[in-house]
């Protein structure tokens, strides 16, 4: 995994993604600058991240190393992190949002969960789960790991990436970004295999990423397709600029 300070840095030389306003790009920019120094001491939110090279991480279909338990939603440095929030965006303080109820609701919720609540504790959470990933995956040993959800924080995938030297499909975690392969003719969601019901949508405008889709639970994932030669893609960016493509989809409800 990329460190935060490298998405931070490269996502702000990118240009807005079509669809997507460029006040609402910015807010997006300037969150992720903020991430790398306000997750410092992400150790003080998720406590229980003390994995070491001496005791290997096993991971367990159904059972991720972190659970909503592991999580102190009252940190401190997630109260830094909402004040500098608010500062970005006053409304939210006005709205009478509690951090300490977004990122819990966040850690419980669905993916794609429209709740406002979600959207805020996934700004205030993110940057922490991030850093425990990226501890994880240097650790965490995959192999027995079978299943669509993330094995660090059980969350759901949220963009995948089809690497170019492998063809593997590697899922990315809404949650905390981890990432882990998956088969690519297999529904992460339904776990439905057929191929009959399996495919993808390209935008021929902007072929580095498509839209997995599965006819039997009707889900959708973007992925991107890694160019050969090229460097670990930025996804939460080919993240928004799939963004287009997927409503489209979703409009014509295919
Ligand atoms: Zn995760
Ligand atoms: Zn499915």
């Known amino acids: 995994m990329p460190s935060l300070a490298e998405v931070a ?11 997507i306003s460029p006040e609402g790009f910015r807010f997006f920019q300037e969150l992720w600058a903020h991430y790398p120094s306000c997750s410092e001491q992400w150790t003080r939110v998720i406590p229980a991240a003390v994995w070491d090279r001496a005791s290997p991480l096993r991971s367990k279909p159904g059972e991720p190393l972190l659970g909503i338990e592991d999580i102190r939603f009252d940190a401190l440095p ?3 992190l909402w004040k500098r929030l608010v500062g970005l965006f006053e409304p939210l303080e006005e709205a009478g949002m509690d951090p300490v109820v977004a990122s819990r609701s966040f850690f419980a919720s669905r993916l794609d969960d429209p ?8 700004c205030l959470l993110r940057p922490f789960l991030y850093r425990a990933a990226q501890k994880a995956s240097s650790l965490i040993d995959t192999d027995g790991w079978t299943g669509g959800t993330c094995p660090v924080c059980g969350g759901a995938a949220y963009h995948g990436l089809i690497q170019s ?8 975690c809404g949650k905390c970004h981890f990432m882990w392969s998956f088969p690519r003719i297999r529904c992460p ?21 498509r839209i997995d889709f599965c006819r039997a639970c009707r889900r959708l994932l973007p992925v991107t397709i890694q160019e050969e030669g090229t460097g670990f ?14 409503r489209s989809i979703e409009r014509r409800g295919s």
Do not use: S
Not at 165 to 172: E, G, K, N, S
Not at 191 to 207: R, S, V
């Open 9 to 19: 840095g490269r996502l702000c030389r990118q240009p807005p993604p079509k669809g």
């Open 78 to 80: 997630i109260l830094r």
């Open 115 to 122: 709740d406002p609540k979600v959207l805020i504790g996934g």
């Open 165 to 172: 030297d492998t063809r593997q499909r590697i899922l990315a």
């Open 189 to 209: 969601f339904c776990d439905n295999a057929d191929q009959e019901l399996l495919g993808f949508y390209l935008d021929e405008e902007e072929p580095r990423v």
């Open 233 to 246: 893609p930025l996804l939460v960016y080919d993240h928004l600029v799939a963004n287009n493509l997927q």
